[in-house]
């Protein structure tokens, strides 16, 4: 159970990131390298943080540190006095004797030297206690109940004020990193209309060479371009490799090959009577296609005989062009319900061609019905949509339900108590027009009842003539 100065600290967005220590009511949160290899004993380091840590351009000391900590011991021997004597023990509990002292010596210049001696400054003469421990520098740079924590920017340059101290003392490689994560996130979300981060740099229509020229000098420009490029081209691979899985799916047919009489070697000498079909290779012509096209056929089929029906009881087609099944006994004028219409039925679909690059006129490669082919609908699909590839979007963390959560029932309580106090303000406006006009009613009666004290005068006065 956390102290109640620490309570309110206990919901941070970052509070499950690696190395972060939630704050309290009088100290920031803690984030520095120190706190990552230190981060299993975060409940120890929980009340760590103060100005020592958090002050920018000026890391803590060893012998500063110490100091601090003989002035907070000496404070709360001052606010806690106690006449009995302990003895210390590292990594375990203290234990009372009334001694004059402690068993135990405790070596100069140790981690706790600083005990030795309360009644004067700590004092020390190793030259490592005075050199700057920049682990120890807090990344926090403030907090707010409702924008939660703010980190140092990395690249920010402060005045260093000792000669070990760093000038950028945030630019470690997870805060770069960090930074430039953000950075690229807010730019991806400002170019999420025409799609992401990847759209900044122009088409090839849009080219500027000297804009493109500048671009490729940077890290970035030279990060976007190949990544561009390397996406376009996976793309254009994925549908050559989905195009060849097409064509070379199942078994390559040849129907009724006709070679010409010198051969395949031989075949500019002139078209031949059957014409060669050893140039056409019919690809990916399975059951399911094949399938598919009878039952396109059979639809048309059907549909052209409900129009010959029709044009035939129009008397817009004789029965010439009409054949009877054959069978005996069939009467010259009988029943001619099972006469068809001759012809042929045919269908158009789209086909497409294959052949290798740069071989010439070799072979072609025939894929029939690919606009409507059932097993590849897969690469029309992949061909139809442009691979597009964005930075993954922000998302909303949790800790913002649980902020709202925590205000969302003082908002409401405000909201309620402010309609309150505007219908109180309108009452109040309404009250004081009334009493103006009571008021206003009120000088005119008076004036009336003056004029009516002379008129009462007057009358007397006539009344009663002197």
């Known amino acids: 159970m956390s102290l109640p100065h620490a309570q309110e600290q206990e919901i941070d967005p970052y509070a499950a990131m690696k190395g972060y220590i939630a704050g309290n009511d009088y100290a920031l949160p803690y984030y520095s390298e120190f706190s990552k290899l230190h981060f299993e004993q975060k409940d120890m380091l929980r009340h760590m943080n103060c100005s020592f840590c958090s002050t920018p351009g000026r890391p803590p000391t060893l012998a500063s540190l110490k100091l601090h900590l003989q002035s907070l011991a000496y404070a709360v021997s001052l606010l806690c006095p106690s006449s009995s004597k302990a003895e210390l023990l590292v990594g375990g509990t203290s234990k009372r004797t009334r001694d004059s002292q402690a068993d135990g010596d405790v070596n100069l210049d140790d981690q706790f030297d600083w005990l030795l001696d309360m009644s004067r400054p700590y004092e020390t003469r190793d030259a490592t206690h005075f050199s700057s421990l920049n682990s120890l520098v807090n990344n926090v740079e403030s907090r707010h109940d409702a924008f939660g924590t703010k980190l140092h920017c990395p690249l920010r340059e402060h005045v260093a004020r000792a000669e070990d101290a760093q000038r950028k003392p945030y630019a470690t490689h997870h805060n770069l990193l960090m930074h430039a994560n953000a950075c690229l996130e ?39 371009l190949h990544t561009q490029r390397l996406t376009n081209r996976m793309h254009e691979l994925e549908i050559s490799y989905a195009n060849a899985l097409d064509a070379l799916h199942g078994e390559a047919v040849v129907p009724l090959q006709h070679l010409s009489a010198a051969g395949p070697e031989a075949r500019a000498a002139g078209r031949t009577v059957a014409f060669p079909q050893d140039r056409w290779v019919l690809a990916n012509a399975g059951d399911d296609v094949f399938d598919m096209l009878h039952a396109r056929l059979d639809r048309a089929e059907k549909l052209s005989e409900h ?128 009493n103006r006009r009571l008021l206003a009613d009120l000088e005119e009666c008076k004036d009336r009842c003056k004029e009516m004290e002379v008129e009462l005068q007057r009358l007397k006065g006539t009344a009663n003539p002197a």
């Not at 992401?196 to 671009?215: F, N, V, W, Y």
């Not at 070799?362 to 609908?377: D, K, N, S, Y």
């Not at 309580?413 to 219908?423: I, L």
């Open 186 to 224: 807010r730019l991806d979300y400002e170019y999420g209309a025409t799609g992401g981060l990847l759209s900044i740099l122009p088409l090839d229509e849009q080219l500027d060479e000297r804009d493109m020229k500048a671009a490729r000098n940077t890290l970035v420009g030279q990060w976007l």
């Open 307 to 434: 129009r010959a029906r029709l044009a035939r009881d129009a008397g817009a087609a004789g029965e010439r062009l009409q054949a009877e099944p054959a069978g005996e006994g069939q009467e010259e004028h009988g029943d001619r319900d099972g006469a068809y219409e001759r012809g042929i039925v045919y269908v158009d679909v789209s086909t497409r061609y294959y052949r290798l690059k740069g071989q010439g006129k070799t072979t072609m490669f025939v894929l029939p019905a690919r606009g409507e082919h059932p097993a590849v609908e897969a690469t029309r699909t992949l061909e139809s949509k442009p691979t597009v590839v964005t930075v993954h979007a922000p998302e909303s963390v949790g800790w913002v339900s649980d902020m709202e959560k925590r205000f969302s029932k003082h908002v409401e309580e405000g909201k309620v108590w402010h309609d309150k106090f505007n219908k109180l303000d309108r009452m109040m406006v309404d009250k004081v027009r009334e």
